[in-house]
């Protein structure tokens, strides 16, 4: 072993750098109070110290169950810089799930925001956990928590192997699995992400998500580690995004395609100087190709369609990419190797269809505690190396690009042939009084499944369930052909706006299409 392989060069250690060689330099605003990096890397030095004195050893679990605060960045940071392992967890998530993961993560304590405590309380009736509340500016048990906490650099070690964050998985699909991932992976998703989306020290990056989602640590974390600025809101909407991008003019933001949706369709945007913005991010839900060009359009900046898994896999639409192959989500990230396979495991050829597999960097050390679910996502290759398996369905292209078919649960059997509601979707998309869409398979007396059109319509409108009907059915194969249309008010989502196809089809378990 070498001696510089003795220091790894770590996100904590990167935030230090930042403190020395640009202290007054704007590190976080958070509504009206702002975080230089002296004083951002101070604060992240008091909360790793308190946890030290508390009795944290490297590699203990500390879970984070908090909506947006000027604190949360501190804390989670803090934690990681103390050697623990960061748990942030869904404020959204049911009282049952919370105590799960709490319980599952193994973790020694919890920070929780005062407006999540009938949550707590419920775990705290069901569970020992030493808890802390993170209260009103002076008030709770933070700041006895972290009254003797030192200003110092704690003395920790890191090793990029080292046990990092775990992120659980969104539980749209049944109970969430903790993805664990190391200080490597972290930092190796930080440059990756800052090369591909220009986040650079000039960045100045709106975060508009929760800070517990790994869609939300997509732009913060390269970010931060590149010494950039981010802007916390504290919650979502359209007209705090416009107050923000007017007053602080962020350069950068990542938001979700249902964000983007109501930001371009809501009455202020017009009025509104966007001109900050250099370059814009879409994550979490493929977005419907007009979208993408009424983006590039009205906002006149760079933008880029992310595509991953919090497990790492994921590719990127570059700007330069987005009017050739708007349909798609880009091409593989560098160090990034995409494929698809069938089910018997065989690698497919450009243009077929089948599931995806992902190897490089960014993957995860596996599902924390589940050994025999990490092994059931694994998929080798013609020489033995490990591929992680996505669950998506998609199709590359003779130039490399991924196009996204839908979730593989998720694929309509029809009469024995494969229909993916991605297809159907995006010409749904494409109706000019559909506001969202979504197709689901219920059962079929003939054809054993048959699509099911849900959709949600533009305000004003006043076009009819069979109307979209005639006329996505004019517009697809005849074995793709909808059996019905569902109009409704608003979808099921989870806290990233991304549609809860389960709850649709469980809300449907009965219909039964003869």
Not at 25 to 47: G, H, M, P, Y
Not at 207 to 227: E, K
Not at 349 to 364: C, D, F, H, L, S
Not at 441 to 461: C, F, R
Request: proline share 5%; charged share 25%.
């Amino acid at each position: 072993m070498s001696f510089f392989d003795t220091i790894p060069v770590v996100i904590p250690e990167l935030m230090t750098q930042h403190a020395r060689n640009n202290p007054n330099k704007t590190a976080v605003i958070f509504e009206d109070q702002r975080f230089s990096w002296k004083e951002l890397n101070q604060r992240i030095n008091v909360v790793a110290n308190a946890l030290i004195q508390k009795g944290l050893k490297k590699g203990d679990k500390v879970s984070v169950f908090m909506t947006n605060r000027p604190e949360s960045i501190e804390i989670m940071f803090g934690i990681i810089k103390a050697g623990g392992v960061l748990v942030p967890l869904a404020t959204m998530i049911e009282q049952d799930t919370l105590l799960h993961m709490i319980k599952n993560s193994e973790s020694s304590l919890v920070f929780f925001s005062s407006d999540n405590s009938e949550s707590i309380n419920y775990v705290k009736e069901n569970h020992q956990v030493e808890m802390v509340e993170v209260g009103p500016s002076g008030d709770g048990s933070y700041q006895q928590f972290i009254q003797n906490g030192s200003l110092k650099e704690p003395n920790i070690e890191y090793a990029f192997e080292d046990d990092c964050i775990i992120l659980y998985s969104s539980g749209t699909t049944g109970v969430p699995k903790g993805i664990l991932h190391s200080h490597y992976s972290r930092f190796i998703f930080a440059t990756r992400l800052a090369v591909s989306n220009n986040f650079d020290k000039h960045a100045i990056t709106l975060l508009t998500t929760p800070l517990y989602t790994n869609s939300t640590w997509a732009p913060m974390l390269p970010t931060l580690a590149y010494g950039g600025t981010i802007i916390v809101m504290k919650k979502f909407s359209p007209e705090r995004f416009f107050e923000l991008s007017e007053k602080e003019r962020p350069t950068h933001s990542l938001m979700v395609p249902t964000q983007y949706y109501m930001i371009l369709n809501h009455e202020k945007f017009q009025g509104t100087d966007l001109s900050s913005y250099k370059q814009l991010v879409s994550v979490a839900a493929p977005l419907h190709k007009n979208t993408k060009l009424e983006i590039i359009k009205k906002f006149n900046c760079k933008f880029t369609e992310l595509y991953g898994l919090t497990e790492g896999p994921g590719t990127s639409l570059q700007p330069e990419d987005v009017l050739e192959k708007p349909d798609s989500v880009g091409k593989a990230y560098f160090g990034m190797d995409i494929r698809i396979i069938d089910e018997e495991g065989n690698e497919l050829p450009p243009g077929e269809a089948g599931e995806i597999v992902g190897r490089g960097g960014t993957m995860m050390k596996g599902y924390y505690k589940l050994p025999d679910k990490t092994q059931e996502v694994i998929w080798l290759d013609e020489n033995g190396r490990k591929f992680l398996k996505t669950g998506d369905m998609g199709k590359i292209d003779e130039d490399g690009f991924l196009y996204i078919l839908g979730r593989k649960k998720d694929m309509i059997i029809s009469g024995g042939l494969n229909i993916y509601a991605a297809d159907l979707e995006n010409v749904l998309g494409t109706h000019a009084e559909v506001a969202d869409c979504a197709v689901i398979a219920v059962p079929h007396e003939k054809w054993g499944e048959t699509p099911l059109a849900i959709v949600t319509l533009k305000q004003g409108s006043t076009v009819s369930a069979e109307e979209i009907k005639t006329w996505l059915n004019e517009k697809v194969n005849k074995f793709q052909r909808v059996a019905d249309v569902e109009i409704i008010d608003e979808f099921p989502r989870n806290a990233l706006g991304k549609i809860l196809k389960r709850e649709l089809r469980e809300e449907r378990s009965e219909l039964f299409i003869r």
